[in-house]
């Protein structure tokens, strides 16, 4: 039940094309889902977060769609560059009761091409 | 505002040996989590410490441990080092009132031979 499910492993998508990268879970606790990007030899990065009370967050080229009931969420990334190439990660975690653990799925390695 | 910096940013260590790696939040920030990353198991939760007091503990065994100081900043040990340690461990700061979105610094590459 604490497992965030991400999908696909990885990604190839040509400049100004649209990246999608969906992540499931289970717990229906988890009141709170970011998305970080990784570089090589950096640590993830907060991209963005949206919680279940939304269904749709947009900043700049990157929009999360959120969907409670099926218990899903994925981020799209729009007009997609090749300095967009790194890992995305989706995570999960239940805030509320004070909990700040991030439950992270496996990755997702997007390569841009030009 | 400087973000989370963390040190050191390589080691190599013996099997055996003890670690102690330490991390600094960013200014205002009195929560600090560490996590564990390699390629076989991808991000894992260690612990998370708030107030100088450990708030949620992840499954790792008692080897690894840690501890946060009166200033936020924090410091995870690693005692009797296996092979299967060798990982990037992440620290990761946030404010926690009202806020829970957690920053994270560059990582500690730990190579145990």
């Known amino acids: 039940q604490q497992q965030v499910k991400q999908s696909p492993q990885s990604l190839i998508v040509q400049k100004g094309g649209i990246s999608i990268i969906n992540c499931a879970y289970e717990?229906?606790?988890?009141?709170?889902f970011p998305w970080y990007q990784q570089f090589p030899g950096k640590g993830p990065a907060l991209l963005i977060a949206?919680?279940?009370?939304?269904s749709e967050k947009k900043e700049g080229r990157f929009t999360i769609s959120f969907n409670k009931s099926a218990k899903q969420f994925s981020l799209h990334i729009m007009d997609s560059q090749p300095g967009d190439s790194a890992t995305y990660f989706c995570?999960?975690?239940?805030?509320?009761?004070?909990?700040?653990?991030?439950?992270f799925g496996a990755g997702t390695r997007l390569a841009v091409h030009p | 505002k400087a973000g989370v910096t963390q040190t050191p940013r390589y080691l190599i260590k013996t099997r055996g040996q003890q670690v102690t790696l330490s991390c600094s939040p960013i200014?205002?920030?009195?929560?600090v989590s560490w996590y564990q990353q390699t390629p076989g198991q991808g991000l894992q939760f260690l612990f998370e410490?708030?107030?100088?007091?450990?708030?949620n503990k992840g499954n790792f065994p008692g080897r690894f441990s840690g501890r946060q100081f009166s200033n936020s900043r924090s410091e995870m040990n690693v005692s009797t080092l296996e092979l299967g340690d060798s990982a990037l461990y992440l620290c990761?700061?946030?404010?926690?009132?009202?806020?829970?979105?957690?920053?994270f610094g560059p990582g500690t590459r730990l190579t145990v031979t």
């Open positions: 995570a999960a975690s239940r805030q509320s009761g004070g909990y700040n653990k991030l439950i």
């Open positions: 990761a700061s946030s404010r926690r009132d009202g806020s829970y979105e957690q920053y």
């Open positions: 410490y708030f107030s100088e007091t450990q708030r």
């Open positions: 949206i919680r279940p009370d939304v």
């Open positions: 200014s205002g920030h009195r929560s």
């Open positions: 717990n229906t606790a988890f009141d709170y």
